[in-house]
């Protein structure tokens, strides 16, 4: 790709007083034109919708690997391509049950309708067994909150019910569980991961509309089908057997068979000092299952650091999207070119930008464009679990997931600023471009938790995630927020998001270059940025330093 000269990227060391620091740059220069064309080629039809573990995936991941090589990148450890193992598991529903039995009768669950569920272990072909439920809450530890939902009772080879969502905040403790904002402890995950380091049998998550922020039908949707997991990690904790959803009012009826109320319990645990409760009520479930192995691929590419090569900052974006899938209006291929071709073409475009560079910044940088992240930050998550350089080593992440293609904006949103030191280069290089930083617009709905930075954050390493504003030059007040929740509400996670002639392309440079200037500032730092005091993620990145 043609580019323009560039300037010189940083003052010297002596100026600096000794430490390597950057100038007003870092001078790269990024082409809306080449971000156009590797967005277009990604999301046409003939890469199949990019499904991972399909030979759309494949051939991406290919095109992806081309382009690294293409710009200037290199292998790592003679390869472009980091193989992430999937394992690829299908309820059948036919074989699924779901029962309580109690002092006060007993009812049998209606599968889709009232519950979902799969075996904890992606592996197992079948999963079922009996126990009493316990009733645990939100089923939450969090040491630093002074909360948990666990002390004093042991559920080992018990079912848990557990509360969707964080535990309110109130009056009292306002930023309790980060107030309105959702924690981690309130993503679901969470609430199976600490299901399974407590030794349950099963775990069942109670979806209430509200907390979930989404209907019972997203819970249906999701659950059926082929779902794609990781395989179990090896060092980790055995799996719950069987984990799924129940809607509230099955909720209900299983806790009255214990002659229990929902709403009573569900006040109780609202507040710290909760007790688990015993609920008499014994649940048995039961299921057979499809499974199959399948392997996708991570693409990386290195840019080798100056000084500091063995140091590195991450930069990612998922390139997957859902394949071939159900047909809308006669078109079965989801393109994905929002999400996430653009994003994938603005980290190539970004490499490209600083492997022209005439200088290299002092630690080095891995570009990754992350598989299956649509399978649950799997990509990611696998990165992470086996990283390419240690996660020790690894100064910190930036993350995006969705180009601009609207135009320039006078906003920004930095997913993370607030949370550690890496927030002190965003706030400091949008203020050099005239962004003005908005938070989190919707808290409660824990984005934060929600895209490929998110594995490393929980491993420790800072992270941010550059999300593009919504206050447009030049354009009416609204005009944005219009522009999104019509994507939202028409093409997102549909066929129809597809590539257009009607995309422009400076906002998305605007945005790679606060991208490029954030990650280069984390690059020269001598300092090793940290989470802020009262981060949950700040012991790991603390328990790695001292290893280190």
């Not at 081309?66 to 394992?87: A, K, N, T, W």
């Not at 779902?227 to 299983?254: E, H, K, Q, Y």
Request: charged share 20%; proline share 6%.
């Amino acid at each position: 790709m043609k580019r323009l000269a560039l300037m010189a990227l940083c003052v010297s060391l002596a100026a600096c007083g000794g430490r390597e620091q950057a100038s007003s740059g870092p001078a790269v220069v990024l082409s809306g034109d080449s971000i156009r064309e590797w967005m277009k080629v990604l999301s046409s039809d003939a890469y199949l919708g990019r499904g991972s573990g399909q030979k759309g995936g494949d051939m991406a991941s290919q095109y992806l690997a081309d382009r690294f090589e293409e710009v200037g990148l290199e292998p790592v450890d003679g390869s472009y391509f980091q193989p992430v193992p999937m394992v690829g598991y299908t309820t059948d529903p036919s074989s699924v049950s779901l029962s309580f039995k109690g002092k006060d009768g007993a009812f049998t669950a209606t599968y889709l309708d009232d519950y979902v569920l799969n075996a904890g272990d992606p592996r197992a072909a079948a999963a079922g067994g009996s126990a009493e439920v316990v009733f645990v809450g939100y089923g939450i530890d969090a040491p630093e909150e002074q909360w948990n939902d666990f002390a004093g009772v042991d559920v080992k080879g018990k079912f848990v019910l557990m509360l969707v969502n964080d535990p309110p905040a109130p009056p009292d403790q306002p930023e309790l569980f980060g107030g309105p904002a959702m924690t981690y402890y309130g993503r679901w995950t969470y609430k199976y991961e600490e299901a399974t380091r407590q030794g349950a049998l099963g775990a069942l998550i109670v979806h209430e509309t509200a907390p979930a922020g989404y209907p019972w039908s997203v819970v249906r949707g999701g659950w059926s089908g082929e779902r794609f997991s990781l395989p179990p990690d090896a060092n980790g904790p055995t799996p719950a057997r069987m984990m799924g959803w129940v809607s509230r009012d099955a909720a209900v009826r299983l806790l009255a068979l214990g002659g229990l109320d929902f709403d009573s319990l569900k006040a109780v645990a609202e507040k710290r000092g909760f007790v688990a409760i015993p609920t008499g009520v014994v649940a048995s479930g039961a299921l057979k299952a499809r499974v199959r192995e399948v392997q996708t691929r991570n693409v990386v590419g290195l840019l080798k650091g100056s000084s500091r090569p063995d140091e590195v900052v991450t930069l990612t974006s998922h390139y997957d999207h859902f394949g071939i899938g159900r047909p809308v209006d006669g078109d079965s291929i989801y393109n994905g070119a929002s999400d996430n071709a653009s994003g994938t073409a603005m980290l190539v475009e970004i490499a490209a930008g600083f492997a022209a560079l005439p200088e290299r910044p002092a630690r080095s940088l891995l570009f990754i464009a992350t598989a299956a992240e649509e399978q649950g930050l799997l990509g990611s998550q696998w990165y992470c679990q086996s990283p390419l350089f240690p996660l020790a080593k690894t100064a910190g992440e930036i993350n995006m997931d969705g180009a601009n293609l609207w135009g320039e904006t006078d906003d920004v949103t930095i997913f993370g600023e607030e949370r550690n030191g890496l927030g002190e280069f965003g706030r400091r290089r949008a203020a050099q471009m005239d962004l003005r930083i908005v938070p989190d617009q919707a808290p409660e709905k824990g984005y934060f938790f929600r895209s490929d930075h998110f594995p490393f954050a929980k491993a420790g390493v800072p992270a941010l995630y550059v999300v593009h504003g919504l206050s447009y030059r030049g354009r009416p007040e609204g005009w944005g927020k219009a522009i999104q929740e019509d994507f939202t509400a028409h093409r997102y996670h549909a066929p129809s998001d597809e590539f257009s002639d009607d995309f422009v392309f400076d906002g998305a440079v605007q945005q790679g270059l606060l991208i490029a200037r954030i990650a280069w500032d984390i690059a020269q730092t001598p300092t090793w940025p940290n989470w802020n005091e009262g981060q949950q993620f700040k012991a790991a990145r603390d328990a790695m330093m001292t290893r280190q």
